[in-house]
Structures are given as C-alpha cells and as structure tokens.
C-alpha cells in the first residue's frame, strides 16, 4: 500500500466531478463572502488537473505531484491557486525523500501537504478558511492511522465526518484571512467558500475509496 500514480489520477477525477455537482453551492458561499469566483477557480484547477491524464501516467508520483502542482498555480489563479498548488507540491517534494508504506506514512504526507498549505496562507483553525476542515481532518488521519494497520470504511466515515463538521463549525466564525477578512461581523452565518469545497474534496476520495 503506497500512493500511486494510479490513485493520484483516480483521485483527482473523483473530486473532479464531485466538484462539478457542487457548483450551486460552492459559488454561492463565495458570492455571499468573497467575489463570486472560487467556483469557477477550483473548477478550472480540476479540469486541468483531470486533463493532464495521459502525460501523468507514466511517471512516478513524486514527478506527477510536481506537474500537478505547478499546472494549478498556473491556472486557478485567486488566493486559493497557490494554496492548493503547495498541498500538491510538498507531497511532491515528500514522497521523493519517502515512500509512503505504512498509513501513518500516508496520513504523515498529507499532514505535510497541509502544512504547505498553512506555511503559505497562514490560517489557523477558527479564522474561517479551507484550514478549518484541513487541520482537523489531517489530525484526526494521524490519530486513526497510530492505530490502525489498513485504511477501513470506519476510518473513511470518520474522516468524511470531520470534514463536514470543520466545513459547517466556519458559519459562525469571523473570517481573519483572504477576502471575507473585510467583512467582519457580515460573514457570520455564512459558510467559508474554500472550506466548503475542501469538504466535497475529501468526501470525493473518501467515497472512492468505499467504493
Ligand atoms: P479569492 O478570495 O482570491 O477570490 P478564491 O475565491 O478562489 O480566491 O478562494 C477563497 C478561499 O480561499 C476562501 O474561502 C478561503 O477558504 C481560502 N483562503 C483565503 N485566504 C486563505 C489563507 N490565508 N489560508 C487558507 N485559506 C485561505
Ligand atoms: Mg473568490
Ligand atoms: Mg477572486
């Protein structure tokens, strides 16, 4: 059990399309607090990962990390081009130094990917950003994968359920970073854009992996 190429690809097309099913929504949050287009970023970021297809297959996943990585830099664009892209571009630079074997290697390369992603933005839990499902779902991966040899529906449930609960806990937070920063006391009951699409992210490959 290691991460592929394979599973990478896979990956991105299940968040692909569950990105796809989720346009009402995820454009809305940002129209209701940002400028309307984390929508059409992360969606533009999606299908060009999801086009990169026949030029990933064949390299190892570090190489495809890394080509990922820097396609959605180029092309989402927002403050959540560069956000993303270095989630992709530290697992990059991770997986080159370390082949994930165990679970707690695989929930340790998306704790570093999280970490990239925090490096940059800054965020911390409670500042109403994709950060609030991030950081607790990559803890409570660490936590289930200290006591588990295999990945299982139960920890898949789990994980998905943390997700959602970071994604709703942003309603009633003031933002403190990006647009919605502005706002203040405005953006409360509005769910943060970013964290939202984090969610349907995750329950995308969560959902792959339950098949
Ligand atoms: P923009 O705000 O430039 O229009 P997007 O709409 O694509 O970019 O992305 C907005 C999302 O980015 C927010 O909902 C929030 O989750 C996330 N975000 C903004 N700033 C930060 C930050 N410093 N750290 C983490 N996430 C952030
Ligand atoms: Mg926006
Ligand atoms: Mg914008």
Redesign the pocket.
């Known amino acids: 059990q290691y991460v592929k190429t394979d599973f990478i690809l896979a990956a991105i097309d299940a968040v692909n399309s569950a990105i796809l099913s989720h346009e009402a929504d995820i454009e809305g949050?940002?129209r209701d607090?940002?400028?309307?287009?984390?929508y059409?970023?992360?969606k533009r970021g999606c299908a060009a990962a999801a086009a990169m297809r026949p030029e990933l297959e064949n390299l190892t996943p570090d190489a495809a990390l890394q080509k990922i990585g820097m396609k959605l830099l180029s092309s989402?664009?927002?403050?959540?081009?560069p956000?993303v892209a270095s989630f992709f571009l530290e697992m990059a630079k991770a997986i080159k130094l370390k082949q994930p074997v165990s679970l707690a290697d695989h929930a340790e390369l998306f704790a570093t990917g999280v970490a990239g992603?925090?490096h940059?933005?800054?965020?911390q839990v409670g500042?109403?950003?994709?950060?609030?499902v991030l950081i607790p779902v990559s803890a409570l991966f660490t936590q289930l994968a200290s006591t588990h040899a295999e990945i299982d529906a139960d920890i898949l449930n789990a994980i998905k359920a943390e997700a959602e609960k970071g994604m709703l806990a942003?309603r009633d937070m003031l933002a403190t970073?990006?647009?919605?920063a502005g706002l203040g006391e405005r953006a409360i009951g509005h769910i943060?854009?970013?964290?939202?699409?984090?969610q349907v992210m995750i329950h995308a490959v969560c959902d792959m992996l339950l098949g």
């Open positions: 949050l940002d607090i940002g400028d309307g287009d984390h059409i970023n992360i989402i664009g927002g403050a959540s081009g956000l992603i925090q940059r933005g800054k965020a500042e109403k950003t994709m950060m609030d942003t970073k990006g647009r919605a943060d854009p970013g964290a939202k699409s984090c």
